[in-house]
């Protein structure tokens, strides 16, 4: 049986902060983007996409008014594209809770909590801006309040000059 090694998953796997962000690419576009702990080694680019995304995530993690334009895979569900909407469209260093997502799309937090769960490009559709109510809430559909997910969420609210969450 065969067991996928990082570099038959990953396209190009970068160096961050936190640990990693792991770039998927393939026919053009960023397929996935996942946060990676530090067990994980850098990967050079296996394309010109995972290369172009690579160089995108870097340039963020140096300077947070960076601004994506990578090309994605069309995913989701119509309600998760409305919610990705909305949080693309969050400046940098603001945040909305996921009630107040839920308010613009007429939704129930929960439902939003859900969508940026689901959401397979972070850091270009930020749901790291997205909190709860009394916090900083979970991440990444994990709520452990000192794990490796909210670890992340710290990392990237405090990188983007967020710091009352």
Known sequence: ????????FFSAIVAAPFGAVG???????????????????E??????????????VTRYLADPNFRFDVPLAPVGTPFQNRVWAV?????RG????????????????????????ANWFPLVVPCH???????LGGFSNHDEASGFHV???R??????GVTDV
Not at 1 to 8: C, I, L, R
Not at 155 to 160: F, I, N, P, V
């Open 155 to 160: 990392w990237l609210l405090a990188h983007e």
């Open 94 to 117: 603001d945040v909305l809770t996921y009630g107040e997502v839920a308010r613009i799309i007429q939704s129930a937090p929960r439902a939003v909590g859900q969508a940026c769960g």
């Open 1 to 8: 049986m065969h067991h996928p090694s990082t570099t038959d």
């Open 151 to 153: 670890g992340v969420k």
């Open 129 to 135: 801006r997205v909190t709860a109510a009394g916090g």
């Open 43 to 56: 990967q050079a680019p296996a394309d010109s996409m995972s290369e172009r995304a690579a160089m995108q």
């Open 87 to 91: 949080i693309a469209a969050i400046p």
């Open 23 to 41: 770039i998927r690419s393939a026919a053009g576009v960023v397929r996935e983007l996942v946060y990676l702990p530090p067990s994980f080694a």
